[in-house]
């Protein structure tokens, strides 16, 4: 096993590893060189204006979109591409559906299938594509709403839920299928204000109980409480990473500040505009 390219898998390599990662399109460099680890358990969460990249980086993590250069590993695996004797060939669509199905993702929209219930969009994964029994994936089905507070809607449609419960269920259907790693893009930005806080209640639960997760989101309240380390990334680069305390409580680059300004600015707006009294 002297291959370097061999699983490495052990506790102490980071889940996510992430190196020199470039990504353009049409010849718009949207990611230039993103370096990143998260560690096992670790949850990080992604700050950074519009358009700097933080999707098109998740996409990639995800094999959505392919990388122009650099590497991305998780758990071990070189995403999308075997390294044999140091010449990497592309995977199969087989192979990397199979790399894909360990890493569960939830995107601001919810996507869940409108002519299934609850318990068929969360079990539809699992036996179509993992070959789970029904019995067992409809009880780990119910585990799993349980623990995103919905237990009593199995049978529901997703049209007869808040958009706070269907981002639930998109949470629960995504962890039905055991994933190693959960990345999260702005999984509250769409939902009505007095909805946030009930996914953002399962994501928090889901940390306490050691996933590993990488968050992009403007609710700096979770970014604070919930992430263990904060990446601010601006115009396809990380500008400046650490714990919470320090890239929001006391910023070095002025970018940074200047972000994080305007998202005070918006949430002060957001606020007058939510309290009655203000408004009069
Ligand atoms: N599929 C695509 N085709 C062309 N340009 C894209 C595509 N996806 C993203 N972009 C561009 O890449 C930049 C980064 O986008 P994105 O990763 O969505 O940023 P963020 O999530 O930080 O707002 C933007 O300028 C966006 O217009
Ligand atoms: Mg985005």
Redesign the pocket.
Known sequence: MADSTARTGSDAAPLVHAVNVTKA??G?E?LKGIDMDVARGEVVVLL?P????????LRCINQLETIDGGRIWVDGDLMGYEDRGGVLHHLTDKQIAGQRREIGMCFQRFNLFPHKTVLENIIEAPTQVKGVSKAEATARALELLEQVGLSDKPAAYPSQLSGGQQQRVAIARALAMDPKLMLFDEPTSALDPELVGEVLKVMRDLAEGGMTMIV?THEMGFAREVADRVVFMDAGVVVEQGPPSEVIGNPQHARTRAFLSRMRQEEAAHAAAQDPIAQR
């Open positions: 399109f049409h718009n949207v950074g519009s358009g700097s990249g933080k999707t098109t980086f992009v």
